[in-house]
């Protein structure tokens, strides 16, 4: 061969060469998100985790991939969200929002490791073997969320002392929504309150559930963990503001949309802390080896724009407490 000939052989060789390597080029882990929620309701969650995933430097777009599903509240949809992500060969299994996220994932894959976010123990559930050593393909973080039903209820209590009824709205779609009506049943008996369940698993059934409230005369409320609940945050705080109830909520996002106050775990750092975990798991750590992750940091937040116009003169140990009042 000519040395010409060969420099344009060993040209068009080279030219060729990065579609080839392309194409064998392992291609970016794929995370997938299951999620119970709607995005447009919960984008700020998926920022947070991802903030968990780029502290390990991982960066969506650049080095891996977020594969999103959505179930928007409608909970029979995640089993088949679930089976589709597996199919997709993700590298990890995100299953965050209502615990029914975290059933649907262990029960589509016993190999892919799952990395869950949700209100319930995970151990009641047979998630995992232990909070320590989670023992199988599941880990991830625990908001107990739920477990503060009864903290809730007594502060409706000191909010609402003349109220000898409290209704709580629940979703019964939601696996975790029974024990946690249980353990506010049962607080309910320490403070002499009684308790009216209300159905909220539709559109439909909050509005039903308020005329009931109203028929009834009940002047508090109590709205549970739920993700379905959190998506229809504006329709529950208007129709508790129409009906001049004071009510109290699991997170922050309902006194930011008008509600009166809300007790629970910062989601958002609890979302991060998932991220941080898929993130150690792309690095080549077991779920089995990383002990499931509970809340350290809890937050109270009043509206006191809200209490005014219910007439309402907040306890000044609550107002003591809040990690947050909003006064617009």
Request: proline share 5%; aromatic share 6%; hydrophobic share 45%.
């Given at each position: 061969?000519?040395?010409r000939?060969?420099?344009?052989?060993?040209?068009?060789?080279?030219?060729?060469?990065?579609?080839?390597?392309?194409?064998?080029?392992?291609?970016?882990?794929?995370?997938?998100?299951?999620?119970?929620g709607?995005?447009?309701?919960?984008?700020?969650?998926?920022?947070?985790?991802?903030?968990?995933?780029?502290?390990?430097?991982?960066?969506?777009?650049?080095?891996?991939?977020?594969?999103e599903?959505?179930?928007?509240?409608h909970?029979?949809?995640?089993?088949?969200?679930?089976?589709?992500?597996?199919?997709?060969?993700?590298?990890?299994?995100?299953?965050?929002?209502?615990?029914?996220?975290?059933?649907?994932?262990?029960?589509?894959?016993?190999?892919?490791?799952?990395?869950?976010?949700?209100?319930?123990?995970?151990?009641?559930?047979?998630f995992?073997?232990?909070?320590?050593?989670?023992?199988?393909?599941?880990?991830?973080?625990?908001?107990?969320?739920?477990?503060?039903?009864?903290?809730?209820?007594?502060?409706?209590?000191?909010?609402?002392?003349t109220?000898?009824?409290?209704?709580?709205?629940?979703?019964?779609?939601?696996?975790?929504?029974?024990?946690?009506?249980?353990?506010?049943?049962?607080?309910?008996?320490?403070?002499?309150l009684?308790?009216?369940?209300?159905?909220?698993?539709?559109?439909?059934?909050?509005?039903?559930?308020?005329?009931?409230?109203?028929?009834?005369?009940?002047?508090?409320?109590?709205?549970?963990?739920?993700?379905?609940?959190?998506?229809?945050?504006d329709?529950?705080?208007?129709?508790?503001?129409?009906?001049?109830v004071?009510?109290?909520?699991?997170?922050?996002?309902?006194?930011?949309?008008?509600?009166?106050?809300?007790?629970?775990?910062?989601?958002?750092?609890?979302?991060?802390?998932?991220?941080?975990?898929?993130?150690?798991?792309?690095?080549?750590?077991?779920?089995?080896?990383l002990?499931?992750?509970?809340?350290?940091?809890?937050?109270?937040?009043?509206?006191?724009?809200?209490a005014?116009?219910?007439?309402?003169?907040?306890?000044?140990?609550?107002?003591?407490?809040?990690?947050?009042?909003?006064?617009?």
């Amino acid at each position: 061969m000519q040395r010409r000939e060969f420099l344009g052989a060993l040209g068009g060789a080279a030219a060729a060469w990065p579609l080839g390597a392309r194409a064998q080029q392992p291609a970016m882990p794929v995370i997938g998100w299951l999620d119970t929620g709607a995005r447009n309701q919960f984008a700020d969650r998926v920022t947070a985790f991802q903030r968990g995933l780029g502290e390990h430097g991982f960066v969506n777009g650049k080095n891996i991939v977020i594969e999103e599903r959505w179930a928007e509240g409608h909970y029979d949809r995640l089993p088949a969200l679930a089976a589709e992500l597996v199919q997709r060969r993700v590298t990890v299994l995100a299953a965050t929002g209502a615990v029914n996220a975290t059933v649907a994932a262990i029960n589509a894959t016993k190999t892919l490791p799952v990395v869950f976010g949700n209100g319930a123990d995970p151990v009641k559930l047979g998630f995992v073997s232990s909070l320590n050593k989670p023992g199988g393909n599941a880990t991830g973080v625990s908001f107990f969320i739920g477990e503060l039903g009864a903290k809730r209820l007594e502060m409706m209590r000191a909010v609402a002392p003349t109220a000898g009824t409290v209704a709580v709205l629940a979703n019964p779609n939601n696996t975790v929504s029974r024990p946690e009506l249980t353990d506010i049943q049962a607080a309910s008996q320490k403070f002499g309150l009684q308790i009216l369940v209300l159905d909220g698993g539709t559109d439909a059934e909050i509005d039903a559930s308020f005329a009931k409230m109203a028929q009834q005369g009940v002047r508090a409320l109590l709205v549970n963990t739920d993700s379905f609940l959190s998506s229809r945050r504006d329709r529950i705080v208007a129709l508790a503001a129409s009906q001049a109830v004071p009510a109290i909520y699991a997170q922050r996002e309902f006194p930011a949309a008008g509600g009166l106050m809300s007790y629970g775990t910062n989601l958002s750092d609890g979302y991060r802390l998932a991220g941080t975990y898929v993130g150690r798991i792309l690095k080549g750590e077991k779920p089995a080896d990383l002990p499931v992750l509970l809340p350290t940091k809890f937050e109270l937040v009043l509206n006191l724009k809200t209490a005014k116009a219910l007439g309402l003169t907040l306890p000044p140990s609550l107002l003591g407490s809040a990690d947050e009042v909003i006064e617009q």
